[in-house]
């Protein structure tokens, strides 16, 4: 698996743009960047992946750099709600239907502030 | 609604004991994983399956074993509970490459 480096801790004021790095030095062509959340002691959930081209939805944004090296998480417009452990994770590339394993670090834990 | 169920919520087990830790899912997904995740180490993965009938090891598989009779079933067997297992255990799913994975909403076990 490639391995993914995250700051431990950041803080965002609330109401700004949170934006989380990852490096992924190691990632190889076919091996896909996801990012999940995890509020609390819920399990974790899920919020985007790319492959290569920057990716939004109702959630965030997905900006990976063209070498494909490190990415970036960005929340548009931080809530308290948001406040969680982030994980970026570099998905080992697949020989089969379903055939993957997804492996979490640490994660970034983002604290947003009032 | 559709989704994937752990079963118990929460568990105090005597050391030595045996426990087997359930998993659902309704959603017809080929891979199912367990994790346990502790203070400080994030989480980390036990065991998976790909799709039923077959298992893999994970980064912490000793003292675990897993079985994948079916498509929605994935129990998680602690065989003789020691107190280093006391974590929060969550399973997980996906339905093929390139698609997210649902979590249950975790077992949390305390082994004394």
């Known amino acids: 698996d490639a391995k993914t480096t995250q700051p431990t801790s950041m803080d965002c004021a609330e109401g700004r743009a949170a934006n989380l790095p990852c490096n992924h030095s190691?990632?190889?062509?076919?091996?896909?960047v996801y990012w999940y959340r995890q509020i609390h002691s819920q399990g974790p959930q899920y919020i985007i992946h790319g492959l290569k081209n920057n990716e939004t939805n109702e959630m965030a944004s997905l900006i990976i750099t063209e070498d494909r090296k490190s990415s970036t998480l960005i929340l548009p417009h931080a809530t308290l709600r948001d406040t969680a452990v982030y994980y970026c994770?570099?998905?080992?590339?697949?020989?089969?239907?379903?055939?993957?394993?997804?492996?979490f670090g640490k994660g970034t834990k983002l604290s947003v502030i009032p | 609604i559709a989704g994937i169920t752990q079963a118990p919520t929460s568990q105090i087990l005597a050391a030595g004991r045996r426990m087997t830790l359930r998993c659902t899912q309704d959603m017809r997904h080929n891979a199912m994983y367990w994790y346990r995740q502790d203070l400080g180490l994030g989480l980390r993965l036990i065991h998976y399956s790909n799709t039923a009938g077959t298992t893999g090891k994970g980064e912490v598989p000793d003292g675990y074993s897993v079985s994948r009779a079916n498509t929605d079933d994935f129990p998680l067997t602690l065989a003789s509970a020691v107190p280093s297992q006391t974590s929060v255990y969550f399973c997980?799913?996906?339905?093929?490459?390139?698609?997210?994975?649902?979590f249950g909403q975790g077992t949390r076990l305390t082994v004394v």
């Open positions: 994770i570099v998905r080992v590339g697949s020989s089969g239907a379903g055939s993957y394993q997804l492996t």
């Open positions: 190691t990632i190889s062509g076919n091996e896909y």
């Open positions: 997980a799913s996906t339905a093929r490459v390139g698609t997210e994975a649902f």
